[in-house]
């Protein structure tokens, strides 16, 4: 299988703190262990201290409250792909999906980082993205913003690193991620350089040396 780029190391990809919904790099903890495509991909959603995803019964997607944050570069590099059309689903909380829709990815930015490494950003919200393909960006910058797009049943944001640009042939990669904060339950903990894994709460940090800022 794909070996980790161990030194290819990512930010997160969103501001403040958002729970890992789904995503790992064991098959336990996998987003899709047995769909290679998928298998490090990761799926982030913002919860607050009751555990909810969203307001009341979230029947729609403004409810939650991940919708319309912020989706950032995790590193530098170059976008080769972006679809922004696409509309968002209206329901959420049903458990259906839109398997109408035009790309199972709803909108999404795929960025470059080297000939071998791209990141894909995928259920973003219709009209937000304002990046181009071709345009070279810094990691942090502001690619678009958490939607509910293609095959989401509630908004979220789909992250992961894969080998290619293009999603059907791609195999996605194992990574780690930089200078954040990770918390499950009451336990708490900087790390420079680490893993995150399905039901931690995560967020980044300017650096762990300095203390949590």
Known sequence: ???????????LPFEGTWKVHHGGVTESTSHSWNLIGQRYAYDFVIEDENAKTCE????????????????LAAADGMVVEVQNSIKDYGRAATGWIDVTTPDIRGNYVVIRHNPAMYTLYAHLRQGSIQVKPGEVVKAGQKLGECGNS?????????FQAQDTADFHKAISLPVMFTN???????????VSQGLIEKDQMVRSVISCASGLQ
């Open 180 to 190: 954040f904060e990770r918390r499950k339950g009451s336990l708490s903990e900087c």
């Open 150 to 158: 293609g095959h989401s049943s509630e908004p979220h944001l789909h």
């Open 56 to 71: 009341g019964n979230g029947r729609h997607p403004r409810a939650y409250f991940a919708f319309g944050k912020p989706i």
């Open 1 to 11: 299988g794909p070996k980790p780029d161990w030194a290819f190391t990512l930010i």
